[in-house]
């Protein structure tokens, strides 16, 4: 590891633990509820306790001002919900145009077990070469989609993990399989951190309750967007998320720090 890597991560989590906010949906989805004043989401969840927030390049003159000292990721493929095939992600830029965006870290989706893996997997091997040149992290979104793949299957998703490990990543993401016991399986197939992703919002017990399952299980945290950036009070639920990630709260002191209802 490089003295730039080492740095760079350390600016996009603490002690090599991560919550991280995606908020690159404006491509997928459009500018839905969160995304249309970014910027007033992204000062609230990183001062919430988020680490590191995550967009696409364009817009990256709204992330600086609004960050507090917050690392940041440029996410570099996409596609759209109202396009031929969402799984088909294209890339949107390079390693060099998220270095010119002031990015600490850089991220690509792929979608294991997809027709469109090939591709993609072909895509990420070059842009973590390019990323190794100047030290850039590099976050493999893995999941496993496909006509035959369940994507909470631990052994599909241990496949993804470990897929993102053998072609250089520095973190991966992927899916939650569902309980802490089967993803133990998912964290033990790769080295490195690995954190789950948010899906659709649930309640804030079952996103906090998901959270701790995956700590429990030896994950290092999470990069999640809609369950925070969707919120009626996204600091608070990014808050309470870094309770348990950083802080290792359990459900029910992370719903009181983070001043949100201990529904059951």
């Keep these: ?153 631990p052994e599909a998703l241990g496949h993804a993990v470990r897929l993102a490990e053998e072609v250089g990543a520095d973190i991966v993401k992927t899916g939650y399989s569902g309980d802490a016991d089967s993803f133990e399986h998912v964290v033990e197939a790769t080295r490195l951190p690995v954190v789950i992703a948010g899906g659709s919002r649930g309640t804030d017990r079952q996103t906090l309750e998901m959270v701790r399952g995956a700590v429990d299980a030896g994950g290092a945290g999470v990069s999640m967007g809609r369950s925070i950036f969707q919120h009626e009070d996204p600091e608070g639920i990014a808050r309470a998320v870094a309770a348990v990630v950083h802080e290792d709260r359990d459900v029910d002191e992370a719903l009181e720090l983070g001043g949100l209802a201990l529904e059951v």
């Design 1 to 153: 590891m490089t003295a730039g890597l080492d740095a760079r991560l350390d600016r996009i989590g603490t002690d090599r633990r991560y919550v991280i906010v995606p908020m690159d949906h404006g491509i997928t989805l459009g500018p839905v509820t969160g995304l249309k004043d970014i910027e007033s989401t992204i000062d609230a969840v990183t001062r919430g306790g988020a680490d590191a927030v995550l967009t696409q390049r364009g817009i990256a003159p709204r992330v600086h001002s609004s960050k507090n000292d917050a690392g940041y990721i440029v996410h570099l493929n996409a596609s759209t919900t109202i396009g031929p095939d969402e799984n088909d992600k294209r890339l949107t830029g390079t390693v060099e145009d998220a270095i010119r965006a002031g990015a600490d870290a850089v991220s690509f989706h792929i979608n294991v077990g997809s027709t469109h893996e090939p591709g993609q997997l072909e895509d990420l091997s070059k842009l973590t070469s390019a990323a190794d040149r100047f030290g850039i992290p590099v976050l493999a979104m893995a999941y496993a989609r496909g006509p035959d793949v369940a994507g909470d299957d």
